[in-house]
């Protein structure tokens, strides 16, 4: 068997910080003012087919495209603002791999290696005056990079009792 999607979402979010003092509230110290519009692109899906008799093969895989654009004014009393504004785009595949091994009707035992990942962006916000460097600078970095993972699953589904009792473990 097989299955396919897409996904599609556009998201808009604005952040507003103020560090102030506890004995003055009406008066930032600092200020951020941000906002970051998101948008994302993805298409998955997999595929099985059987290794003979007991066993099976499942391929199958996300192919995401995202689009991040910040905006962020940073306000420190007596200097002038700080503005950033920039984007960034990515493209990234993520694919999975299952092997499932079915003895009978109510026992099936699987072994599953899949990617995941966050897109990167930037950091805005630091103490009044922080600098931050691009890649080939000192921490901390402007434009923070991508992060992935690799998972690696072993599991089992079972049905018992004539089916009335379902156990899924990993």
């Known amino acids: 068997g097989w299955i396919a999607g897409a996904c599609a979402a556009t998201t808009r979010q604005e952040v507003s910080l103020d560090l102030v003092r506890p004995t003055?509230?009406?008066?930032?110290?600092?200020?951020?003012?941000?906002?970051?519009?998101?948008?994302?692109?993805?298409?998955?899906?997999?595929?099985?087919?059987?290794?003979?008799?007991?066993?099976?093969?499942?391929?199958?895989?996300?192919?995401?495209?995202?689009?991040?654009?910040?905006?962020?004014?940073?306000?420190?009393?007596?200097?002038p603002v700080s503005a950033f504004r920039d984007e960034t785009s990515r493209n990234r595949f993520a694919p999975k791999a299952q092997v499932a091994w079915t003895p009978g009707r109510s026992l099936q035992l699987y072994l599953e290696a899949a990617e995941g990942y966050r897109f990167g962006g930037f950091n805005t916000a630091g103490p009044p005056g922080q600098a931050f460097a691009d890649a080939s600078g000192p921490a901390p970095l402007r434009r923070y990079r991508d992060d992935e993972l690799w998972s690696l699953e072993a599991g089992l589904h079972a049905t018992l009792l004539d089916g009335r009792l379902a156990v899924r473990g990993a």
């Open 24 to 79: 003055a509230p009406g008066a930032p110290l600092w200020s951020e003012r941000r906002r970051d519009r998101l948008q994302e692109l993805a298409l998955f899906g997999e595929v099985t087919t059987p290794l003979g008799q007991d066993l099976a093969l499942t391929l199958g895989g996300r192919l995401s495209v995202s689009h991040n654009d910040t905006d962020s004014r940073i306000s420190v009393p007596g200097a």
